[in-house]
């Protein structure tokens, strides 16, 4: 999974800059012609925080019971499709089918106060998503802030239908949810090439964890009520 990532990451970084520079070759225009066209398709890249929303379980007053905590956040890649479709000149529709990568970890203490003492979670996702979105933004010559709203249907293919023996996780993750989404950003119109920067929040609406205890570690399971995904995605799409 590591190195699957690493080979991403090299990747996006690449292509973003060479989509950049390709870009920058020429002057930026204004014409109006641009934002006309029904239809534009591009591709977007970008980084993720990916976290969970944590209930603990109303167990935890109970001997020997956990009391779970998010651990540090680690940078996951995000890679998508853009299909746009212009409604009039301040809104659009957005359908981005593409893939997401990142990990979560969860820590484990006997009380809420002290350092953790248990083995942390190390929960690792690969979402296939299909995000849809409405856009609207205003143009002001070659740039177009925008803000977007929407929903996203995300598979977990990567979460495990049973424990394996060989892995210290002891929690399991449900494989689909589904996310409510917001966020901000800008559109630049370039000479060659239209390009957004994004900054976006995607809550998940289900309880995602797998109420399915493991047969030797049940109280990691046994600590948690409700687990829900949060996820802050910054990205560049390229039209």
Wanted: aromatic share 14%; glycine share 8%.
């Amino acid at each position: 999974m590591k190195a699957t990532l690493k080979r991403i990451s090299v990747a996006a970084v690449i292509l973003m800059l060479g989509s950049g520079l390709s870009a920058q070759k020429q002057l930026p225009f204004d014409g109006p012609w641009e934002d006309e066209k029904f239809f534009n398709v591009g591709y977007s890249i970008g980084l993720n925080a990916m976290t969970f929303k944590i209930d603990p379980s109303e167990q935890f007053q109970v001997s020997d019971s956990l009391y779970p905590s998010m651990g540090g956040v680690l940078p996951g890649i995000n890679i998508h499709l853009t299909l746009n479709f212009r409604l009039n000149q301040f809104f659009d529709i957005r359908l981005l089918p593409g893939m997401s990568f990142g990990q979560r970890n969860i820590g484990f203490s006997t009380t809420s106060l002290t350092d953790t003492v248990f083995s942390p979670q190390k929960i690792e996702s690969s979402f296939l998503e299909v995000p849809l979105q409405l856009r609207y933004g205003w143009r002001m010559r070659n740039i177009k802030p925008y803000i977007i709203g929407g929903i996203n249907y995300r598979f977990d293919f990567y979460a495990q239908d049973k424990y394996r023996i060989e892995r210290p996780v002891y929690l399991r993750l449900n494989k689909p949810d589904l996310y409510y989404e917001a966020g901000a950003g800008v559109r630049f119109y370039l000479s060659n090439i239209k390009m957004s920067a994004e900054i976006k929040i995607s809550n998940g609406l289900k309880d995602v964890l797998a109420h399915d205890p493991h047969p030797e570690y049940p109280e990691y399971c046994n600590a948690i009520e409700q687990l829900k995904s949060r996820m802050w995605v910054l990205s560049l799409h390229f039209e």
